[in-house]
């Protein structure tokens, strides 16, 4: 299976990669540096290594594009409200906007979110599942 990764270098995205390359599973990653991504995974066969950001969806689009799944396992370091996962999901779906195939995306949230309220709109949510099967 082909696999988009956004947030590849975090520590679920460390943790993640090595058990998808044990199935043999083709990974495309999205790292703001790249060189973050040890060189044994970024030399391996079945990784394509893609430096851009999370607020680019023309620079998502070449992962999601080439992939069957994107998971979404962004994070941030500091202890603050952020939109980086936000805004990585609202990427994610604009890059869907043109992409053919299936749809799907895993999306991991475990971080704070700046918002007025919980649910306070419908970009907070989380997706697993839709567009073609």
Not at 20 to 39: F, G, Y
Request: net charge neutral.
């Amino acid at each position: 299976m082909h696999i988009a990764v956004i947030g590849s270098t975090g520590s679920t995205g460390v943790a993640l990669i090595p058990q998808a390359l044990e199935k043999s599973h083709h990974l495309h990653l999205l790292a703001r540096d790249p060189n973050k991504i040890p060189s044994s995974i970024r030399s391996h066969a079945n990784v394509t290594v893609v430096k851009g950001d999370v607020n680019s969806a023309e620079e998502i689009k070449r992962i999601v594009h080439a992939s069957e799944i994107t998971i979404i396992v962004v994070g941030a370091y500091e202890n603050k409200p952020t939109t980086v996962h936000q805004d990585a999901v609202r990427s994610v779906l604009k890059a869907f906007e043109t992409k053919t195939g299936p749809k799907r995306v895993i999306n991991d949230n475990s971080m704070q979110q700046e918002s007025k309220t919980p649910m306070d709109s419908e970009e907070d949510f989380t997706l697993f599942h839709f567009g073609n099967a």
